[in-house]
């Protein structure tokens, strides 16, 4: 704690970061598919190898990442995220082109795993598991409001220069690593008994044999792999559909940033009120309702990507779009929920960041294939063929309805 930080309550430090987060994320990211089109000028395939790289990046330094929560700190994890997050996006901004936004890419990916994992376990392990549960449905739509207070501010920077989004949102990164330093406490950690290279490997171990004693970690583990190998056409190619196939109303820069910023605004809007609809409908305890939640959206999903994919007609490409963003970001905190029961909090930081990485693996097989069909066939097939690769997905969450039994309800309910 740096002189002079009052730590807040560990629920209401985790609502501000995630909306704070939230928030300077729009401000650099609202209208980067535009920046990485127009302005540094990539091609299918460049973008596609820009995501692969960044999530080659984001595998390789998942797991030790992982380990720096579990083994010396969750406070300091989080608080180097915004530090490398300030410069990633500093550095993807200072020279419009594909090294210096893959560079920038690879700095985002660190800064991510740092987080990812890290802020869930430190909250685990200060509130408990149960409370933790129905917090993480609440920052997410946290992270979402902040996102979308972020987005005008984003919007009205590209229209000056696509470039100023990033600088602002790296510059005020800074900021939040400073208001993490002041206000964020650890007084649940219980660290590794040992340090250095021994207890990296130690974590790291227990994390692996974890997942290996837990089939339901398997299967979440294999259908983050599979979510990977789709998602990635849909994250990097969808600005080429709206800017190449489907056309945008109006014709002017200042016109097709605007645009970015809706398509951003009515993802968030609508992911906010599908989170609450299943934060009031689903109890995040109740393992089989998550379950069942999720093989709906993933459904959803699969059926949004193939409608984008090959959408003759802007309104029909920006509904599609639009559904697959609320699917994901309802089902973000849904899989929390149902990864983070019953974990070692020893080795929760590096579980949860194998999840990740398996996301990431998949990324990263998935992107330059992708790619390839992209520039082989045409952007539309690559995603209505990213959205029918969902479809093994199902089958595994079907296992797990199988095998899954709820907790019996406490006496006299």
């Avoid at 300091?76 to 890419?105: E, Q, R, Y």
């Amino acid at each position: 704690m740096l002189p002079g930080g009052r730590p807040l309550d560990p629920r209401r430090f985790y609502l501000a970061y995630r909306a704070a987060a939230g928030f300077l994320s729009a401000v650099a990211l609202a209208t980067y598919g535009l920046y990485v089109v127009r302005e540094a000028g990539l091609s299918p395939l460049e973008l596609v190898l820009l995501g692969t790289i960044t999530e080659g990046a984001s595998f390789l330094f998942e797991v030790p990442t992982g380990v720096i929560a579990d083994v010396y700190s969750r406070r300091l994890s989080i608080l180097l995220a915004p530090l490398t997050n300030a410069l990633a996006f500093i550095v993807m901004a200072a020279v419009p082109g594909f090294l210096f936004v893959a560079a920038g890419s690879v700095l985002f990916a660190l800064s991510w795993t740092f987080r990812s994992g890290a802020l869930e376990a430190w909250l685990a392990d200060e509130i408990g598991e149960d409370r933790a549960a129905g917090s993480y449905l609440r920052g997410a739509q946290f992270s979402q409001a902040g996102y979308l207070l972020g987005i005008p501010v984003g919007v009205f920077a590209a229209t000056v220069d696509l470039q100023a989004p990033m600088l602002i949102g790296g510059a005020a990164h800074l900021l939040l690593a400073l208001g993490v330093a002041l206000a964020m406490s650890e007084r649940g950690f219980v660290g590794g008994e040992t340090t250095g290279w021994s207890a990296v490997g130690n974590t790291a171990v227990a994390g692996l044999r974890a997942v290996r004693g837990r089939p339901v970690l398997i299967s979440i583990i294999a259908i983050a792999a599979i979510g990977g190998t789709s998602s990635e056409a849909l994250d990097r190619l969808h600005p080429l559909i709206f800017l190449d196939e489907v056309g945008l109303p109006g014709g002017s820069a200042a016109d097709e940033a605007i645009w970015f910023g809706i398509f951003s605004a009515g993802g968030l809007v609508g992911g906010i009120a599908v989170t609450e609809l299943l934060n009031r409908v689903i109890n995040p305890e109740r393992i089989r309702s998550v379950v069942w939640a999720l093989v709906a959206l993933e459904s959803v999903l699969i059926v949004a990507m193939v409608f984008f994919g090959s959408a003759q007609l802007f309104v029909v490409a920006l509904v599609a779009y639009w559904t697959t963003a609320w699917v994901r970001q309802a089902a973000q905190p849904l899989t929390l929920a149902w990864l983070n029961r019953g974990l070692d909090p020893r080795s929760r930081a590096t579980v949860l960041s194998l999840q990740s990485q398996a996301d990431a693996l998949g990324q990263t097989a998935g992107g330059p294939m992708m790619g390839l069909v992209a520039t082989a066939a045409t952007v539309r097939v690559a995603i209505v063929a990213a959205g029918l690769l969902l479809l093994p997905a199902l089958p595994i969450f079907a296992t797990q309805l199988r095998g899954s039994e709820d907790p019996p309800p406490p006496p006299g309910d």
